[in-house]
């Protein structure tokens, strides 16, 4: 590791030891709170773990009685937002727009820099409100969750990686054990029991708490215009920052992809990058095809013209645990049944 990710990774085992001592204060709330985040940067699934998460406690009658609270990444407004029918990607960000897309009559979805003075807005404007779900919350120290949940992507697990800059981590890997459970996402559907078993020692050299293997699945793709197929010939446009999972699934559906546009996560498109994109479709006769949460940013654009939005598709992915489900669901119910 560089000196500059030593200094780095002290500065973040000196803050976390403040907390810890709660020389900084650390906010613990009557509700219910399920944190989600991860070590790394991003690209770890967080919004489709979210999303699994709100179909579960849903499903266990919670609808309406639990809230989203998120950052709101990359959005051009500030403070405290509850999502509404006039949002879009740009005022509240695109995770939790996507979210809201989904879950707007079933949950309340809302975004916040500052999860100690959001927390307190909710309770307020929900009364009914019994959980709410922290989104990339794991190095946000000063609230204290009910169940902190760490996701580490299989292909990048962190145990393999080093802190910034040398590598990704936000801080070093012995934070994984403020986690109650860890789950490595991304996971090949054929894992063997083997390299599970690999995995899950080496995570237990950091923690002792639980491991979960997820894979995901992708759903058939979805057209913006229409119900018609998606074609062979496709146009890859992914703003996410790691692109090659879905890449992969896409060859393997036996879809040829006559070009890569491969964007940063998050990435905002600019008037310029759509005419190109769409440009070449024309020319190639091709469909567009995206992730959701590039989706979601490029619909809200006012310049998409309808010649792109009839040609673009996305595919919608859930989560899939490989086993132990069972295991989870209880760990998840016991955190909200040991605050009642």
């Not at 994109?277 to 998409?304: C, F, G, H």
């Not at 132990?324 to 605050?339: A, C, G, V, Y």
Request: aromatic content about 12%.
């Amino acid at each position: 590791m560089s000196p500059f990710s030593f200094l780095y990774k002290w500065v973040m085992q000196f803050r976390n030891h403040l907390y810890d001592i709660e020389y900084k204060p650390v906010f613990r709330f009557d509700t219910r709170v399920i944190s989600v985040g991860n070590l790394s940067m991003g690209g770890t699934g967080k919004t489709p773990f979210v999303e699994y998460l709100l179909r579960f406690l849903i499903s266990k009658n919670y609808e309406n009685k639990i809230s989203t609270l998120s950052r709101g990444y990359g959005r051009k407004t500030s403070g405290f937002r509850i999502a509404n029918k006039n949002d879009d990607p740009k005022s509240i960000g695109d995770e939790p727009f996507q979210i809201y897309k989904k879950f707007e009559n079933k949950a309340h979805v809302t975004v916040g820099e500052d999860r100690v003075l959001a927390i307190p807005s909710i309770l307020q404007d929900f009364p009914e409100n019994e959980i709410i779900i922290l989104d990339d919350a794991f190095q946000h120290r000063s609230v204290k969750p009910n169940l902190s949940i760490l996701l580490t992507d299989y292909s990048s697990l962190f145990y393999k990686d080093y802190v910034l800059p040398s590598g990704t981590l936000r801080e070093g890997r012995s934070g994984v054990k403020r986690a109650e459970v860890v789950v490595v996402t991304k996971c090949p559907k054929d894992i063997s029991l083997k390299e599970k078993n690999e995995i899950r020692v080496k995570i237990n050299s950091y923690t002792k708490n639980e491991v979960f293997f997820t894979s995901i699945n992708y759903e058939r793709p979805i057209p913006s215009v229409g119900d018609k197929g998606l074609g062979n010939k496709v146009i890859l446009v992914t703003g996410i920052a790691h692109a090659h999972h879905f890449k992969e699934f896409l060859l393997r559906e036996g879809v040829e992809i006559l070009r890569h546009f491969d964007f940063a996560d998050h990435h905002h498109f600019s008037v310029k990058e759509i005419q190109e994109i769409e440009s070449l479709a024309e020319q190639e006769n091709a469909t567009i095809i995206t992730t959701e949460k590039d989706w979601v940013r490029l619909i809200s654009m006012p310049e998409l013209s309808t010649s792109f939005r009839t040609r673009l598709f996305y595919v919608p992915i859930m989560v899939q645990f490989l086993d132990d489900e069972e295991s989870f669901h209880r760990i998840l119910e016991d955190s909200i049944l040991s605050t009642i």
